[in-house]
């Protein structure tokens, strides 16, 4: 059987399109760009490997540790002054002061300062401070009056705390950011007088707590009872003073820049390694 075609009646190699239908999409991918092109696989294994930059900074150091503990401590420490515990509430705050030395030494020789650490460091000292005071005066063994004093200032500069960290924070503004200490957002800057007031403080919250465990004869033979009156008018004065430097002073409170707060972070992941 011998198959005909009319060379006349063809059909064509290729049918012209329709008035109705259009032309397929060009993708826009030819023989001579094609070898150029990634699988998308391949994209996101490079992109994968690109670093981001990082918002949060090492936290878990040697110092802001100890500093932790001093902040433990001082509840412990008003709960023994309370309960007539003399001698071990002397020998926790001795610890607690001797650890506030020994953590700046080791953030600064081997450098471990952080941001956290700016704000943890003052408010163990001023959570120490407070309850140290507060438990004294309940039991007698500061006037009420210079209570009022070192507490009013310290809840003065509490507050003022609270709002300069919310001002600070970069956005979103939530609570769970806010105390993520590792997101640093501002630094404290103690004046001069106000670590010199601290210093004194500590000494007068130590000795208020070391004299009843001192023997009578001791207390009458040095006058430490009128040394004990005029050291707290002196601290009442530089306690006054270094609240007045926090309001008048430019540099006590920086808030970071975005610039910096990346520079803080990559300085402590550098430490970190």
């Known amino acids: 059987m011998h198959l005909h075609i009319d060379p006349n009646k063809a059909v064509p190699a290729s049918l012209p399109p329709s008035k109705n239908e259009s032309p397929p999409e060009s993708t826009g991918i030819t023989e001579n760009n094609s070898k150029y092109l990634r699988p998308l696989s391949t994209t996101k294994r490079i992109l994968s490997?690109?670093?981001?930059?990082?918002t949060h900074e090492n936290i878990y150091t040697v110092p802001n540790i100890l500093t932790f503990s001093r902040l433990v401590a001082a509840p412990v420490v008003g709960y023994l002054l309370v309960h007539d515990y003399h001698a071990a509430a002397l020998s926790l705050f001795a610890y607690a002061g001797i650890t506030d030395l020994v953590d700046g030494w080791i953030a600064r020789k081997y450098q471990l300062q952080t941001v956290v650490g700016t704000i943890i460091d003052p408010m163990a000292d001023k959570l120490l401070m407070t309850i140290g005071v507060a438990c004294l005066a309940v039991n007698g063994s500061l006037p009420v009056w210079l209570?009022?004093?070192?507490?009013?200032?310290?809840?003065?500069?509490a507050i003022?705390?609270?709002?300069y960290r919310w001002i600070?924070?970069?956005?979103?503004?939530?609570?769970?950011?806010?105390?993520?200490?590792?997101?640093?957002?501002?630094?404290?800057?103690?004046?001069?007088?106000?670590?010199?007031?601290?210093?004194?403080?500590?000494?007068?919250?130590?000795?208020?707590?070391?004299?009843?465990?001192?023997?009578?004869?001791?207390?009458?033979?040095?006058h430490l009872s009128e040394a004990m009156t005029g050291f707290q008018y002196l601290v009442a004065g530089t306690t006054l003073w270094s609240g007045l430097s926090y309001v008048f002073s430019n540099n006590a409170v920086k808030i970071l820049t975005k610039e910096e707060i990346q520079k803080r972070i990559a300085q402590a992941g550098t430490k970190k390694h």
């Open 168 to 222: 600070s924070l970069p956005p979103p503004k939530t609570m769970a950011r806010y105390w993520d200490f590792s997101l640093p957002s501002a630094e404290v800057k103690p004046t001069e007088i106000s670590k010199i007031n601290t210093a004194l403080q500590l000494v007068l919250v130590g000795s208020a707590i070391a004299l009843p465990v001192v023997p009578e004869t001791i207390i009458t033979a040095w």
């Open 160 to 163: 003022s705390a609270i709002y």
């Open 49 to 54: 490997k690109i670093p981001l930059a990082k």
């Open 147 to 157: 209570a009022v004093i070192i507490l009013g200032r310290d809840v003065g500069l």
